[in-house]
Each structure stands twice: as structure tokens, then as C-alpha cells.
């Protein structure tokens, strides 16, 4: 499975943003899948997963509430909605893949996109 992942930037805190991560090579809909993020000189950490068919969703407890995270099955598509971002959640963001299951960690997912660069301003 390759995974691409999209929709970084520069923004403003307070100003939604939308991270994209497209699948192809796979049967998407059989993956778990998480978004991670990954600060300067920090380890990467887990942000929030969504089961294979959507029908479970986790967050981290300091995006609980501001993240949301969706799939489109149809478009072999994983979001993750930002609303009310923070500079503290400037990171690269990363999508990952997890056959049949998700984890909220980074060592049970077997493939991973490139990273997307997220860079919220005060």
C-alpha cells in the first residue's frame, strides 16, 4: 500500500485545515488508520485512528474535541479536520496503514505516507 498524504501549511491559529491521505496499491478498506505527527526533536506521536470501516474513531487527549478524523472508502481517503489548530500542534503530520486494526502506536502500522508539514502560527 502507498500512501500520499496532503493539505499541510501555514495557517493562523484558529483557522481550520484539512490533512488528506490517499491509498492506492491496497484494498483501503480493509486498513486501520492513524495520523501521526512528529515535532522538531521530538519522537512521533500519535494524533487519531479510525477503524477499517469507520465505525470507531480515537484521539489523543490534546486534540480531543479540535480533530476530527474521517475515511472515504469510495476514494481510498483518510481526513484529518483541524479546526481550532495551535501553534503547539505545528508538526509533520503522517498518515499510516494497519491491516484489519487500529493502534495508537506507531510500530504496529506497515506502511506510512511521506509526512505533510503543518506550521500553525499565533
Known amino acids: 500500500v502507498q500512501l500520499q498524504a496532503s493539505g499541510g501549511g501555514l495557517v493562523q491559529a484558529g483557522v481550520s485545515l484539512r490533512l488528506s491521505c490517499t491509498a492506492s496499491?491496497?484494498?483501503?478498506?480493509?486498513?486501520?488508520m492513524g495520523w501521526f505527527r512528529q515535532a522538531p526533536g521530538k519522537e512521533r506521536k500519535f494524533v487519531a485512528g479510525i477503524s477499517w470501516r469507520g465505525d470507531g474513531t480515537y484521539y489523543t487527549n490534546d486534540v480531543k474535541g479540535r480533530f476530527t478524523i474521517s475515511r472515504d472508502n469510495a476514494k481510498n481517503t483518510v481526513f484529518l479536520q483541524m479546526d481550532s489548530p495551535e501553534p503547539e500542534d505545528t508538526a509533520v503530520y503522517y498518515c499510516?496503514?494497519?491491516?484489519?486494526?487500529?493502534?495508537?502506536?506507531?510500530?504496529?502500522?506497515?506502511?506510512w505516507g511521506q509526512g505533510t508539514q503543518v506550521t500553525v502560527s499565533s
Open positions: 499510516a496503514a494497519r491491516k484489519f486494526g487500529t493502534s495508537m502506536s506507531a510500530v504496529d502500522y506497515s506502511y
Open positions: 496499491g491496497g484494498t483501503f478498506s480493509s486498513y486501520g
